[in-house]
């Protein structure tokens, strides 16, 4: 052989061992290290920092150990805060904080998808679906308030709830599932012009080939079929509070496992999931300590649902959780350096299911004090758990008696009206654990943001909510 020549295939030789190498090493290199594959997003809506403390501490004095009871989410190794105010105030509705986390955008309060000069946002969603990721949005209350909506909607009116259920039949949203598809005559709006009932709001979802249902079984297994899993036909509009749940009545948590079911069976490429925990603002509007605690705790199981998941996928996947906004400016210590959660072990039913209870007992004519006073007795545990004072017993009595004087007067919540008598009897039931509330709508305080999993730490450096949904888009690889 001449020389030339075993030059030339030793040259040839070397180039195909560099290339084996190479092929070599790319093969070990994974291909994406910080894309997960599955993504979940938890907004507690209304969820400020003491109502994640509180609940630490209602659940160690419940477990009998007193002090503090750290929720899972507490324990990620991500703990953050961001600023949430919107475009129009320092403190957001759930529509312009809602777009904030969905689309990376503040908006004007009431806005829904779109920015303060009418643009239309592109959302997680979006992203998602372009990346190829499956969509699941759970919550419950209905699915077109302010938060779901805020991942398929665009309008200035967050109250166009019809508008909301078109968006959302023209959507990518896969799964879908809430207590109800809000009416258009609940709220009044400008741009509600034509009454349309909830019932034709489910034909127009039927109409346009999605599976309705509100069996959340029958909704997990559904395969091929985008579905709809609400609980359209029932009077209320929102699930009931986890402190009133009667046995059999659906929960976050049945819609959040059916979310995960129905995406685990019907896409082999990844999902984005969102799940709100609504109702915990709501308990929030009403001031009432123990049911906004009881739907922490709930929002927490279905974050345990995501965390065992993570484990069966555990290089794939990133649980982001957050808050909207604050509801209520709760603040644990009132009266002296200290919270007393015993006072609160004796409420047995929420705010509204009490107010609930007082007017049934008006209708049937019952008019004397200590009737209403064993009602209070036996469902928050006033007098015999919590000390009641002259005063307070002098004011409980004054409203007992406008009840039949001014034809039962009402304090008035976003959602949900008490009886005034209720609204003072937990609130003293409060006080008497040296808890106060500020405010009956939104605070602008600071929200958390917690996460684990693949991208965790490129949340370190969020520092308002807009920031958050960037991230995760940028995690997908995609852009907002
Ligand atoms: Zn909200």
Request: aromatic fraction near 8%; hydrophobic fraction near 40%; include cysteine.
């Amino acid at each position: 052989m001449k020389k030339q020549t075993r030059v030339i295939i030793g040259l040839l030789l070397s180039v195909i061992s560099l290339c084996f190498s190479i092929l070599i090493i790319t093969d070990t290199i994974p291909t994406s290290p910080k894309k997960p594959k599955y993504i979940f997003y938890f907004i507690g809506d209304g969820m400020g920092l003491n109502h994640i403390l509180g609940t630490e501490q209602y659940n160690a004095e419940k477990s009998g150990k007193g002090g503090i009871e750290l929720l899972n989410f507490s324990k990620f190794p991500i703990r953050n805060f961001v600023t949430n105010h919107s475009a129009s105030t320092l403190v957001a509705d759930s529509a312009a904080a809602g777009t904030a986390l969905a689309t990376g955008c503040k908006t004007t309060n009431t806005y829904i998808g779109i920015d303060s000069e009418n643009r239309e946002l592109r959302s997680l969603t979006d992203v998602a679906s372009d990346e190829g990721y499956m969509v699941g949005l759970v919550t419950n209350v209905g699915i077109n308030h302010a938060t779901p909506s805020s991942f398929y909607g665009h309008t200035s009116d967050r109250f166009a709830f019809p508008k909301l259920i078109d968006d959302y039949i023209n959507s990518d949203v896969a799964f879908i599932a809430g207590a109800t598809l809000i009416d258009a005559k609940r709220v009044k709006s400008a741009t509600n012009t034509k009454i349309i009932s909830t019932a034709e709001l489910a034909e127009r979802v039927r109409n346009a080939g999605i599976h309705l249902t509100s069996n959340a079984e029958e909704a997990g297994n559904i395969v091929g079929n985008r579905v709809a899993l609400v609980e359209y036909d029932k009077k209320n509009k929102t699930l009931p509070y986890v402190l009133d749940r009667k046995g059999g009545e659906p929960s976050l948590i049945d819609y959040t496992k059916a979310a995960i079911n129905y995406l685990s069976n019907n896409t082999k490429d990844g999902f984005f999931l969102m799940v709100e925990g609504g109702k915990l603002d709501y308990a929030s509007h009403e001031q009432d300590a123990v049911a906004t605690f009881l739907e922490v705790n709930e929002f927490a199981a279905t974050i345990d649902l995501a965390l065992a998941f993570a484990k069966q996928h555990p290089k794939e996947t990133l649980i982001v959780v957050t808050s909207d906004h604050e509801t209520g400016g709760m603040s644990l210590g009132y009266d002296n350096y200290e919270v007393r959660m015993n006072m609160l072990m004796g409420q047995k039913a929420s705010s509204i299911e009490l107010t609930r209870i007082v007017q049934d007992m008006r209708a049937e004519g019952k008019r004397n004090w200590n009737e209403y006073k064993q009602v209070l007795n036996d469902y928050l545990g006033l007098w015999s758990l919590v000390p009641v004072s002259k005063e307070e017993e002098a004011l409980l009595r004054r409203d007992f008696y406008d009840i039949f004087l001014k034809y039962g007067p009402m304090v008035s919540g976003l959602y949900n009206n008490s009886e005034v008598l209720v609204y003072d009897a937990v609130r003293i039931l409060n006080r008497a654990a040296s808890i106060e509330w500020t405010s009956m709508l939104h605070t602008g305080l600071y929200t958390p943001i917690f996460a684990i999993g693949i991208g965790e730490r490129e949340f370190i450096d969020c520092r308002d909510q807009t920031d958050i949904p960037k991230v995760i888009a940028d995690l997908m690889g995609g852009e907002l």
